[in-house]
């Protein structure tokens, strides 16, 4: 294939699928508008899957490189009532069937698989637009161009690309997460690090609930959540973090002190991460040298499926390019064609596990479901 691949977006969606070209021998670039690799912190722990997640990372030929980074004892879930009672301890089975690795060592694997030169930092995309027979031109902020005939959205949520696809974007789901660390936790937090455990935690009640998960070097990563409109968090001052977290707080009054330490005794300050999702079933009409992956096609509500759907997108895209060396538009139905069946489940699955989580029967539809119960 002589055509060069031009990719927006350097999260783990687009590494992935710049990873698989690469051994496919099609060379792609990729523009990511931040300024280098370390410029932010890549979030928190993402448990891979054996369905979609994996077979991607064998895709890009980095499994033994990930198996390296496998936190081990993560996988093991528990979850307490608002009063600090235990209603679920499961440890980690030892399968390995979800193993959890930190999203930016994943990112960093990915990163040096690729030949130098692949990423360009510092290129915040602007504006997309069609020049005809297939050919689209990228614009930066600083005003630079690039022109390309095959073009792939691996931008994110708010993605630029996807206008010249459709005009749809993502809306505010309802509920909104805020994101706390606690940090050496074993030490300084010891009686929060015991009921969060060596892994998963929750407490949920309807229409809220506080989920944390053990990071790497005993850190405790928080995310409050509240099914409120999103005025109400309007009224919160973020840039006060004393104030936030006392707002946040009150909503837990009455619970457990060692489970609203989470956000009482945080070491970070509050930061808001609402939630919004694209229509569930978002298709479009093919349109010649152009398509979208990961959170840019088909951004749900949180479900632990969406990294590793946007690498399973991204190596699906790479083997459906390197099927079709000399036919870029049926490599590119054929992949979304799959992507979009895809899509529809993951978004109701999506819808479903919310439910369980903050619907009227929360904890317990929830419990059911990671214990195999009705």
Known sequence: MTTHVTIIGAGLGGLTLARVLHLHGIAATVYEAEPSPTARSQGGLLDIHDHNGLPALRAADLEDEFRGLVLEGRQAIRALAPDGTVLLDQPDDGTGGRPEVQRGELRRILLASLPPGTVRWGHKVSGTRPLGEGRHEVTFADGATTTTSLLVGADGAWSRVRPLLTGATPEYSGISYVETYLLDADTRHPATAKAVGGGGFFALVPGKGIQAHRESGDTLHTYV????????????????????????????????????????????????????????????????????????????????????LAMYDAA????????????????????????????????????????????????????????GGE
């Open 225 to 308: 959540a509240l099914r409120k409109p999103q005025e109400w968090f309007a009224d919160i001052d973020f840039s006060d973090a004393a104030a936030a977290t006392t707002r946040i707080a009150r909503e837990f009054d009455g619970w457990a002190p060692e489970i609203t330490a989470l956000i009482t005794e945080a070491d970070t300050a509050p930061v808001l991460r609402p939630i919004s999702a694209l229509p569930a079933g978002l298709r479009w009409d093919r349109v010649p040298g152009v398509t979208l992956l990961g959170d840019a096609a088909h951004l749900v509500m949180p479900n632990g499926e969406g990294a590793n």
């Open 316 to 371: 699906q895209l790479g083997d459906a390019l390197a099927a079709h060396p000399h036919d870029t538009e049926t490599a590119l139905a054929e992949y979304e064609h799959a992507m979009f069946a895809r899509s529809v489940a993951e978004a109701a699955d999506a819808v479903e596990l919310h439910e369980l989580m903050y619907g009227p029967d929360a904890p317990n539809g929830l419990i059911d479901m990671i214990t």
